[in-house]
Structure formats: structure tokens, C-alpha cells
């Protein structure tokens, strides 16, 4: 069964500064995995996936994301924070294409301060 | 355009009543998804409809019912609402792996 493990309900930075965001994974069979964040009272939106490939994968906004199969994680960062960055962010895994679900993480809320 | 359009934004209700939630994608998506996010933010999925067709059922309660009438919509409807059912509700649709989300439907049971 996959799960995902996202340390940190609270992550809080400020602004300028680097943002680091952790996610662990379990697969039983190579991994997608997705960043997604989730402003207040919104849908989620896609900030970046890996599929195969790349393994330095860069989304939206600035984030990028590293898989490392070795150490199974899929940890999000951007070198400067924003106050606009101040979200909730989900990592997530599926088993690929055909796969109809997403395995969410529990979320970690990214305070900015100014 | 709205890619995943849901409908209502907000639904409250008493314990009890019957409600329905309804999910319209025009991406041309094959499969669509409900979602169900609780009070502490933690995402599950509900169900997977496939070209019309149910493909994952996570063990949620027979009083919810989702109907797919073609591949850009699936509705849910909920029977005799409960207290827990309080939740904020998450369409989606997607082609391969990659997801799009509704605005969700944040419905609160009194």
C-alpha cells in the first residue's frame, strides 16, 4: 500500500528565506509523485509532479522538488520565500497513468512572516 | 473558462436532509474523483468514475451515491445527513496522472 509522510504540520519562514518542505513516501511500485497548495478557501493546484525521468523536477512559483529513490522522498524547496507562498501544502502519490487515486500527505502550512 | 466547476461553493443542512453535490469538468478528462477534505485538512479519496464507469469505492458509507450521466459530469448525493459528513467536498478530473481540482464544496451539517 503506498502512503505519504509529511513532517511538519507548521512550517514558518520568513519572507527572503529558504523554504523547505518534507515529504516521505512508501511504494511498493515506482512512484508519481505531486506537490500540490491549497490558498485558503480554494481547490488544490498543481505546483509540480515526477513521473519518470529528471529526477530535479521545477514547478510554478519558483518550487522545485528532488525524488531520491534511495532515501524514498520527494522534499519541496524555493530559495526565497514569499509572503504569496503562505498556503497549505499537500505532497501526494499515485502508482502511475492508470492509477485512479491520489495518496495525500497530511499537509503542511507554510507561515511567511514579514 | 473553469476547468472542474462544483456547485454549491457552500451547502448547509440539517441532520437528516438529503443533498446533492454537482461536478462539471470540460477538459475532456476520462476519469473524474471525489474527494473528501475533514476539519484537520486531510484529503481522502471517495470515489473514481472511469468513462462513466466506477472504478474505486473507499469504503464510504452506501448513504453517499455518486452518479456520472456522462464523462464531464459526477454528482454526488448524500442520504440522511450526518453531524461527521461536515466536510469540505472535492471534485476532480484527470486524464493520465496529473489531477485538477474543483473549488470544493464546503458543507456543514447542523
Known amino acids: 500500500a503506498q502512503s505519504v509522510t509529511q513532517l511538519g504540520s507548521h512550517v514558518s519562514v520568513s519572507e527572503g528565506a529558504l523554504v523547505l518542505l518534507r515529504c516521505n513516501y512508501s511504494s511498493s511500485v515506482p512512484p508519481y509523485l505531486f506537490w500540490y497548495v491549497q490558498y485558503p478557501n480554494q481547490g488544490l493546484q498543481l505546483l509540480l509532479k515526477y513521473t519518470t525521468g529528471a529526477t530535479l523536477v521545477k514547478g510554478i512559483n519558483g518550487f522545485e522538488a528532488e525524488f531520491k529513490k534511495s532515501e524514498t522522498s520527494f522534499h519541496l524547496t524555493k530559495p526565497s520565500a514569499h509572503m504569496s507562498d503562505a498556503a497549505e501544502y499537500f505532497c501526494?502519490?499515485?502508482?502511475?497513468?492508470?492509477?485512479?487515486?491520489?495518496?495525500f500527505g497530511s499537509g503542511t502550512r507554510l507561515l511567511v512572516r514579514p | 473558462d473553469t476547468a472542474v466547476s462544483q456547485t454549491p461553493k457552500y451547502l448547509v443542512t440539517q441532520m437528516g436532509n438529503d443533498k446533492s453535490i454537482k461536478c462539471e469538468q470540460n477538459l475532456g478528462h476520462d476519469t473524474m474523483y471525489w474527494y473528501k477534505q475533514d476539519s484537520k485538512k486531510f484529503l481522502k479519496i471517495m470515489f473514481s468514475?472511469?468513462?462513466?464507469?466506477?472504478?474505486i469505492n473507499e469504503t464510504v458509507p452506501n448513504r453517499f451515491s455518486p452518479k456520472s450521466p456522462d464523462k464531464a459530469h459526477l454528482n454526488l448525493h448524500i442520504n440522511s445527513l450526518e453531524l461527521g459528513d461536515s466536510a469540505v467536498y472535492f471534485c476532480?478530473?484527470?486524464?493520465?496522472?496529473?489531477?485538477?481540482f474543483g473549488q470544493g464544496t464546503r458543507l456543514t451539517v447542523v
Open positions: 501526494a502519490v499515485s502508482d502511475g497513468d492508470s492509477s485512479y487515486k491520489l495518496i
Open positions: 476532480a478530473s484527470s486524464l493520465k496522472s496529473e489531477a485538477f
Open positions: 468514475y472511469n468513462n462513466k464507469e466506477l472504478i
